[in-house]
């Protein structure tokens, strides 16, 4: 069996081959760095460059597993690089001794990754950092002190195709097209053995309590709660025996004869593309392009495309697969119009089209894509100013930042004995006393399980970045160890 | 088993470890102590061998063994116990030993017990103080009942390729073989998947595949390192505070999810004063002094239907080992005064639980019955 079985089942063989192209840069060794270079080799990363100018000490070797005790005065990069190679062949694990400040400064050296991953950087330089990678990259930083952290992502856009919803579900009732319609009028209900009648599929119920409502109304479906009442009993009219299953079953779903809505993300992001240069979105470019012909499609047939999925159901066997192939052949024609409409649009604008494995992959999610639009790193002075948010977690963070820029000024990696350091970051956040102490008493020392939490939550965000699945948090997570909480700061917008 | 690493670098000393698996591929995305070449191997000697040799000062202890199988001398040696477990009988099973190994009389003997567990981009982390907060078996309703599917579905109406395994699982595999199937034999797997995907085309399903067989028969749980190393690491802190009581402990409850955000939360779970395992009050049966053993067992049959039982003196009716059963037969057309005196407490185990219930049993003085 593969390797890669447990995750595979999470994220699919075509989620596994992102991973495998993805490049990462690391930019200083810190126990929280080394893990999240752990899990994403463990993960089965394809290339991932680790930058650090110094050589391990006895205060690295307690703060990681990973510094054997013969590795004094070698280069920290390559000894973390070569121990996590040897986790998994498949990635490529490259150490590099030098200063993280000379790829900070070196645009040519950061162009080929994808995601830079940094640590204890000061904002200034953090800011300056991102001007070079954003265009190209997404930055996370995490910062590990104590019994505190935060791990913090920057990013233009980032946008997701499969958010992994509950279900793509979605029957179209209120627009019944020919086959699935003369499918339902093949069935005669009155006609059937009562045994045959408990397994008909709760979809042909639904168009048989659907028909009938709209000989008794001529507008729309029932959209009141009177209205609704009223198609439930029609629906529950059918029942023979007491408690029938596909009956119970119709009545739970009644709700999806309603008229589908375009969701109100999918909407905003229709107008955010109009007008625009598609090539603006830069490294979203694919994606941008699939929307502005997702909305051409709209404008088309006045819906979403089908995605052809269905829930189980009390059904025999044959009702059963004689619906799936009919929602299976109407998704395919949507994809096919789609990709059509897709084609078309890449013609005119000259654009490279989308592999047709990606097109029917956003067509079969549209309705749940995701799109997030980050801000830069100075943008966190804004977090200072909204005061409904947890004033505790604030001050963490404020204590935090204060403690990156301390020790990024004085050239420190540790502010032990150092008493001018606690009022500094008493500065930072000046009504927070009991947080700055949290993050003083630490001495700018990591505790290796509070380092692993977010070295864990970096690896997590990082594949889901990678991926285009699932949705990462925006901006600014703060983990408090001692309650064993996490608050997101969130800044930005979010589609969907 | 991240778990483990962060508790080295703690600098904490002695450390136990239980496994009784062997690695398996399917294990190494997600573990930095084991590789490629330690596949077949016992995965709690291979960790602890690693461990050893990385870290000085610490001394891992590695036990091939399964938890049920270590005795109580055992598990009173420790302070702490942290446990990531793969199934509820398991974790029911350490929880009922930890909270039973409470002495009322003595604090030390209240062993905080860490559970953590992951399943895909989500996950969870509670700390049990026995006998102070609320313990396993109090929050066992909170757990989801495994995916099952209806036998007249897979029977009569399969739908869905999942509803093709389970029926050569569960009606065909006895038809056809004697001998058990055995979800770790590759030859089992590959026919269990080639009757399946048969019994698919029967009915014209599709999407029968090895991997979607080998997901259903095993539930197969997907697992991702970084996961395991969120939950193994709040383990960890959780184990430092505790060791250290730097900070109080998790309050007693934090659910982890990535999926959507990020978040940890955290929350206090009660405490069921009926709770079987540490609701600490024994279940208290009256009989009449001429009612026999078989009486008692009948009158407990709710509690633990296949029980057997044993007074301070020794066994009174054992179902196992066979020996044992012969020779406490006889016991069981014994009137209960014969056997033990009015108000004593007996101890009731029954395989299908995993903890032994106390009951106190009382005669009336008279034979009203
Ligand atoms: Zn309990």
Redesign the pocket.
Known sequence: MNKYDRQIRLWSEAGQGSLKSARHLVLGVTAATTEFVKNMVLAGIGHVTIVDGNSVTEADRSASFFMHHDVDGSNRAQVIAQYIQSLNDEAEVVGAAENPNHYIQTPELLASYDIIITTRLADDILMQLWKNVCKTSVLIQIDSYGCVGQVRSFFLWHTIVDSHPESRVELYLHNLWSEIESYSDSIDLEALENHDHEHIAFVVLLIKALQEWKRRHHNGPPSTLPEKKEFKAIIKAFERTYDQENVSEAVRNAWRVSVPKVPEGLSKLFEIQEGCNLREFGLQLTFFSLVRALKQFVAKYDRLPLSGDLPDMKSDTAGYNRIVEIYRTKAKQDAEQFARVYLNLCQLEGLEPASQSEIEHFCKNCRHIRALRGVPPNEDKRLNLRVHEDSEFKSIFSAICGANEYLYRNHLTTWYGDQSAAEALRDYSAHYADQVGLVYDSSAEELHSVSAFLGGIAAQEATKFTLHQYTPFMHTLVYDAIKQATHVFLNGEIFN | MATRQNLAALRVLVIDVIDMDTIDVTNLNRQFLFSESDVGKAKASVAAEFVNKRVPGVKVVPHVSAIQDMSDDFYERFNIVICGLDSVEARRWI?AKI?GLVDDNDPTTIRPLIDGGTEGLRGQVRVILPTIT??????LDMIAPQKTYPLCTIAATPRLPEHCIEWALVVGWPQWHSELFDADRPDHMQEMYERALERAKEHCISGVTLSLTQGVVKHIIPAIASTNAIVASACCTEAFKLATAIAPPLDNYMTYAGNDGAHAYPFSLD??PD?????GEALRVDLAKSATLSDLLESIAVQAPKASISAASGPLYMRNPPVLEKATRANLTKPLSELFESGSELVVTDATLPFSLRVTVRFSQDDHR
Not at chain 2, 134 to 139: F, I, L
Not at chain 2, 275 to 279: F, K
């Open positions: 929880n909270v609320a313990c396993y078996e109090c929050s405490a069921r709770c079987p395992v540490c609701g």
